[in-house]
């Protein structure tokens, strides 16, 4: 009697695993049907922003789709995609670089697989979905488009340094995949004539306070950065981004890096990110800089950012002469839903997260850039001298010009404020 009654338990146990597993499918498959609906209108949205002549060349996108199952019974939260969409204006022009680029694919995230283990395996340290980039290289044009998610700050009492150092892998680990694939890289020369935009929610943030107690849910270092957002002084939130961004300190944009600038300027011209990690050197054809020195920025070691200049920095706060409007302020963080004007959520520090970097060999110099510029640059003769080789060649600096940046408040659909960018090529 007790073996029929455990075989029908068994029986019952097997039959509600199969009735969850059949829910489970039909719950995917309809989510899945949302998402193509939803996608199809957002692309629509997009196409109808565009002239008739302009044609899709990319669209890639790495992560998981939204599970109602658990992996060891915990619900995962789902992270959505990182995506790259890319148009391109004119029928013949589009179709040859559709056909010539090279889209790659880098997951660098450390989240579990919200899918069951056993139908999913879990993914390989450092390589799930909900981190990393989407890059599309283009040869024909010399470009290298990026759409990037890293790390963010999931922990309180946890100084910035920390998290910095696990974004600066994830960007070499990127950094890698790009100038290390074997379709792009011919030659040192075709290596070299790439030039990056990247853009997404690169997570680094603001700190004005790193102390343990400081670091708090709404603790000592939010209070800080919130009350100068919240009196809203032009100067005020200049000097915040200028003095506390961490990208910018590791890009070496901040005032805090000026004068050790100045004694380090073109000693990085385009350095091939090729880092002895036991003699702490970067190699750059076959001779070395000493980078021990704190002066020189951690990020221009990663030749993906060597010469890259951050858009927020240098169209809304290296000028002195912005006013107000032309400020951009923190896109990061706020409640979901929250009608404008949002405030910031004491989650975490109010930060600009959302970031896009641009290679100065895309943009037009401006004069008042080059006290700053890691380019070292000759204004008169137009000309760039390389310190290391004792030789002039011609400036290489591009047509683009930034046209528009800024904000778009009114969208609330995430804990953060959109950023965009109109950059006219002439």
């Known amino acids: 009697d007790n073996r029929v009654e ?4 068994e029986e019952d146990g097997n039959e509600r695993k199969k009735e969850e597993n059949v ?30 002549d302009h044609y899709q060349v990319a669209d890639i996108a790495m992560g998981e789709l939204p599970s109602s199952s658990s992996n060891n019974n915990n619900k995962h939260k789902w992270y959505g995609f990182i995506r790259l969409l890319v148009y391109v204006k004119g029928e013949v022009t589009a179709s040859n670089i559709s056909k010539s680029s090279i889209p790659i694919i880098c997951p660098v995230g450390d989240k579990a697989s919200s899918y069951s283990t ?17 890059c599309l290289a283009i040869p024909s044009l010399s470009l290298l488009l990026c759409s990037m998610h890293l790390a963010g700050t999931n922990k309180y009492n946890v100084p910035e340094t920390i998290f910095d150092d696990i974004r600066m892998k994830q960007l070499q680990t990127i950094n890698d995949a790009c100038f290390n694939n074997t379709e792009m890289i011919v030659d040192d020369a075709s290596f070299r004539k790439l030039r990056p935009i990247v853009l997404g929610d690169l997570n680094f943030r603001v700190e004005v306070l790193s102390s343990e107690g400081e670091k708090e849910r709404g603790g000592k270092d939010f209070c800080a950065v919130n009350e100068i957002l919240m009196e809203g002084e032009t100067d005020k939130v200049r000097q915040l981004f200028l003095e506390y961004d961490r990208l910018c300190l590791h890009l070496g944009h901040t005032t805090r890096r000026r004068q050790q600038q100045q004694q380090q300027r073109g000693k990085n011209e385009f350095i091939m990110n090729n880092v002895n990690e036991n003699e ?17 920025p951690s990020l221009r070691r990663i030749y993906l950012l060597s010469d890259v ?3 927020i920095w240098r169209e809304s706060f290296q000028n002195k002469q912005k006013t107000s409007s032309n400020v951009i302020l923190p896109t990061f963080t706020f409640k979901v839903g929250d009608v404008p004007p ?8 109010p930060s600009w997260t959302d970031r896009i970097l641009v290679s100065q060999r895309l943009l037009l110099l401006l004069l008042s850039e080059s006290d700053d510029n890691w380019i070292c640059c000759d204004k008169d003769q137009e000309t760039m001298h390389s310190e290391e080789e004792g030789i002039q060649q011609p400036l290489l600096v591009g047509s683009g010009e930034v046209t528009s940046i800024g904000t778009n408040d009114d969208i609330v659909l995430s804990d953060h404020i959109p950023l965009h960018c109109l950059i006219h090529f002439k």
């Open 6 to 9: 455990e075989e029908e338990e």
């Open 23 to 52: 829910a489970a499918a039909k719950e995917e498959e309809e989510t899945k049907k949302c998402m193509v609906e939803q996608d199809e209108e957002f692309l629509s949205s997009i196409e109808s922003c565009l002239s008739s």
């Open 118 to 134: 056993t139908t999913h395996p879990n993914y390989k340290p450092s390589q799930s979905p909900d981190k990393g980039a989407i």
């Open 280 to 296: 702490n050197h970067i190699t750059k054809n076959g001779s070395t800089i000493n980078v021990d020195d704190k002066s020189f």
């Open 309 to 311: 200049v951050d858009l």
């Open 342 to 349: 949002r405030s910031y959520a004491n989650k975490r520090t």
